[in-house]
């Protein structure tokens, strides 16, 4: 009977832990913003051609890159493509 409720206690744990592994994987640089890095300027920080400073986060992790993403009047803030 006791061996029951370690084991269960045991398993129990390890899907608790799991869960918390799981959140922390999905959690990288694709898909979010980089506010971070500081701002950005559209079609200088995010070119390919010039290796701009998002694109180079950006695709260290992601497929796309990345690009500068508008997130108020005037301000724009690195985002890597999902």
């Known amino acids: 009977m006791a061996q029951t409720k370690v084991l269960s206690f045991v ?31 559209p079609g200088k920080d995010d070119d390919p051609e010039s290796n701009g400073k998002c694109w180079a986060f950006c695709i260290t992790d992601c497929v796309k890159g990345g690009f500068c993403k508008q997130v108020s009047a005037g301000h724009h803030v690195c985002h890597c493509y999902c």
């Open 11 to 41: 398993l129990l744990a390890v899907l608790i832990l799991s869960i918390d592994v799981m959140e922390v994987v999905g959690q990288g640089k694709c898909c979010q913003n980089h506010p971070s890095l500081g701002g950005c300027i």
